[in-house]
């Protein structure tokens, strides 16, 4: 399941974590990147490969939110709607967001092109509101400057 690349990576970083156990959250982050999610077939495949119980792998998947536990689709838009964000209109345009795209709120796409998830504060307070699309930030947004997005990501 880990590509040749992140096994090769995996050995060097086990000489820099003192057990086997907190290496979890570094292979899980790379199954996520290459799978997009991390499937219960994934969390046993981590478990037999670190030596740990499926049941604390599970455990650091779910606690974490950043992980995955379905697919989602090309673009993962992670709206916002934590206190600053929902006093400047996250709410609003989280909804804006899955009007457009027909989707409820933690859907995918049928086109599997979309996935909207409401999320919390992801610490850009200050530029409020604002959605994570994958790895980048957009903030500052308004409903036109979201439509612009939705746009050019509805092409790419
Ligand atoms: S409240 Fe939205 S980033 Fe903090």
Redesign the pocket.
Known sequence: MLSKENFEKLERLKSQYPTTKSLSLPVLWMIQEQHGWISPESMQYVADLLQLPVSHVYGVVTFYTMFNTKPVGKYHLQV???????L?G?EELLDHICKRLHVKRGEITLDQRFTVTE????????????LQANDEYYENLSTEKVERLLDEWSKG
């Open positions: 916002c709607t934590n206190v600053s964000c929902l400047r996250g999320v919390e504060c992801l610490g850009s307070c200050g530029t409020a509101p604002m």
